[in-house]
Nanobody
Framework: VQLQASGGGLVQAGGSLRLSCAASGRTFSRYSMAWFRQTPGKEREFVAAISWGGGSTSYADSVKGRFTISRDNAENTVYLQMDSLKPEDTAVYYC????????????????WGQGTQVTVSS
């Protein structure tokens, strides 16, 4: 599966952004989808995941209540709605897919997309 993320940018603290990730290749609905993020000098960290059918989601504690992951299997796209953004949310955000239909981010996924930069100014 090939993944193409978009939607990053510069936003003020308290603002919102929506990231999108378009998938191509094998059947999109077979995969759990997830978002990770990474800042310089740190390991890539889990942000959110959604099951193959969209019925189950999981979030990192740091984004719970502010970020929402969703997917549209008809459009082969997964989204990350980010509200109430904080400067510490600044990172490169990566879209990911996993063969486990109920992936929850406890390990690195099977497939990575390229990253999209999110910068939150204070």
């Amino acid at each position: 599966v090939q993944l193409q993320a978009s939607g990053g940018g510069l936003v003020q603290a308290g603002g919102s952004l929506r990231l999108s990730c378009a998938a191509s290749g094998r059947t999109f609905s077979r995969y759990s989808m997830a978002w990770f993020r990474q800042t310089p000098g740190k390991e890539r960290e889990f942000v959110a995941a959604i099951s193959w059918g969209g019925g189950s989601t999981s979030y990192a504690d740091s984004v719970k209540g502010r970020f929402t992951i969703s997917r549209d299997n008809a459009e082969n796209t997964v989204y990350l709605q980010m509200d109430s953004l904080k400067p510490e949310d600044t990172a490169v955000y990566y879209c990911a897919a996993d063969n486990n239909p109920y992936f929850t981010g406890t390990n690195y996924p099977d497939y990575w997309g390229q990253g999209t930069q999110v910068t939150v100014s204070s």
